[in-house]
């Protein structure tokens, strides 16, 4: 009945475990949710004030497929300010959320047998996407050793006359793991002579706590030419619900071709949604982005030193993003059963790593307020000790 294609997809393992806790939440039960990669914090004063002017003043019509010429001027101007990159509005293309300009990338790139190498543990989306445009997903299975991160040595081993594209994340969902320009370095002279596609995931770009940020495409001209940065406000300023993400590459036919399929998809992004993500791109609310990073931080440390204080468990320390990864196979071995059983015997709704692409661990999400994750934990470190 249904297509071959749709039947390939596999469920968003993050949402079904939130799904589940919201239905026994729903049942009566007491629930701690820290399976959502959302923010608990309010979008931005001056965001919100920028969608409503546009709203009274009408701006609710259709606008070009690629955005507004104010809204890509302003990544224009947000990736020469934060990362060194110059690009031309015909460079650029906004998107439903950086899940569409995934989506679009890998539509208008990947053909049946194509192989896209993917760092694992990975986000949960992306062999997802390849395998719905009849690509093949390669994971590169990375350790705590190597601070999940993949080494030169690693990547020219995935690579072969198949590969198509390489995909990166930095910083890092789940793990939270950072890529030093030494590091993007390296991995640059292993690609160079080649003809692959580098997909940049920078959505967690702002949330980093130790050392400093480094795009991708910014290594130098050949990692420029071939590499594709996506990124949106989502995380960096609580935005999930608006949907705004957007992408960027040297290669103006492929901006072009996903101008075309997104014409025929989904037209342009929310109106209002474009005009309130301009103070954001201009970095008019970076003092709220600096207030929320803090905080994360300091749940950051809190949870990294309960966690790696619980017998049994383990943990390496996220440089970014607002998760931790944590390893349970002393107790536990498949992360499936350690998470519904936590979630039925405890209340507590965390990820299994199977979701990821690693077994024997569980994502925990630190966006939400220090008491509801102090008792989180509290509930795990009981139930952990039960298994004991």
């Known amino acids: 009945m249904f297509s071959k294609r749709i039947e390939k997809l596999s469920p968003s393992l993050t949402i079904a475990i939130?799904?589940?806790?919201r239905e026994l939440k729903a049942a009566g039960r007491d629930i701690l949710a820290f399976s959502a990669g959302e923010p608990d914090f309010d979008t931005p004063k001056i965001i919100k004030e920028e969608a409503i002017k546009a709203i009274n003043e009408g701006f609710t019509k259709?606008?070009?497929?690629?955005?507004?010429?104010?809204?890509?001027?302003?990544i224009r101007i947000k990736l020469k300010r934060d990362n060194n990159l110059d690009y031309s509005h015909d460079e650029i293309i906004v998107s439903n959320g950086a899940k569409q300009s995934l989506y679009n990338i890998m539509a208008c790139l990947i053909e049946e047998g194509d192989e896209v190498i993917i760092p694992a543990p990975y986000w949960v989306t992306y062999p997802e996407l390849v395998k719905y445009h009849d690509g093949?997903?390669?994971a590169i299975n990375t350790t705590e050793e190597t601070n999940f991160k993949i080494t030169p040595e690693m990547l020219k081993k995935a690579i072969n006359p198949n590969t198509k594209m390489l995909i990166l994340t930095s910083p890092s969902n789940p793990t939270g793991a950072v890529y030093s320009k030494e590091e993007l370095s390296a991995l640059a002279e292993v690609l160079k002579g080649t003809d692959i596609w580098v997909v940049s995931d920078e959505m967690y770009e702002k949330l980093i706590y130790e050392g400093e940020f480094c795009a991708?495409?910014?290594?130098?001209n050949d990692m420029l030419q071939r590499t594709i940065t996506v990124n949106g406000l989502s995380k960096s300023h609580a935005m999930t619900g608006w949907r705004f993400g957007y992408l960027a590459s040297k290669n103006k036919d492929l901006i072009k071709a996903m101008i075309k399929l997104q014409s025929q998809m989904t037209s342009n992004i929310n109106s209002i949604t474009q005009k309130a993500?301009?103070?954001?791109?201009l970095g008019k609310a970076d003092a709220d982005v600096?207030?929320?990073k803090a905080e994360f931080k300091k749940r950051r440390d809190y949870v990294y030193e309960a966690f790696n204080n619980i017998p049994g468990l383990s943990a390496a320390k996220p440089q970014g993003a607002f998760y931790i990864y944590?390893?349970?196979?002393?107790?536990?071995?498949?992360?499936?059963?350690f998470a519904l059983t936590l979630l039925e015997d405890k209340g507590v709704a965390v990820v299994?790593?199977?979701?990821?692409?690693?077994?024997?661990?569980?994502?925990?999400?630190?966006?939400?307020?220090?008491?509801?994750?102090?008792?989180?934990?509290?509930?795990i470190e009981e139930f952990v000790k039960g298994l004991k």
């Open 18 to 21: 939130s799904q589940k806790a």
């Open 62 to 74: 259709y606008t070009s497929v690629a955005g507004i010429p104010e809204v890509l001027e302003a």
């Open 136 to 138: 093949i997903p390669v």
């Open 216 to 220: 991708t495409a910014s290594i130098n």
């Open 277 to 281: 993500a301009i103070p954001a791109l």
């Open 290 to 292: 600096e207030m929320m």
């Open 326 to 337: 944590v390893n349970h196979k002393e107790v536990m071995e498949e992360s499936m059963a």
């Open 352 to 379: 299994p790593g199977i979701g990821f692409g690693s077994e024997g661990y569980f994502r925990f999400s630190f966006a939400t307020d220090l008491e509801t994750i102090k008792n989180g934990i509290k509930r």
